[in-house]
């Protein structure tokens, strides 16, 4: 169920808002980009943990790699 809130515009980005989005497709246009920024943002996150991870982890050779993925594809 959509949700009115009030938030702050820059005046520029307000103004370039009215000028290129009709008046009935603004809450449309800005509810697509805040769920990109919001899966970039999320993306962004995940990048870390696995940063993070692979700094925890000890290496794994290529070929023990590929035999864990076939005898998870043989279940």
Known sequence: MP???NI???DDVKAELD???E???RSRVINQALRREI???RRQ???VQMDDLRKRSRPIAADAIV???RRDRGR
């Open 3 to 5: 949700t009115k809130v």
């Open 8 to 10: 702050v515009l820059d």
């Open 19 to 21: 000028q290129l989005v």
């Open 23 to 25: 008046s009935g497709l």
């Open 39 to 41: 899966l970039f943002l």
């Open 45 to 47: 996150q995940a990048i």
């Open 67 to 69: 035999a864990q993925v």
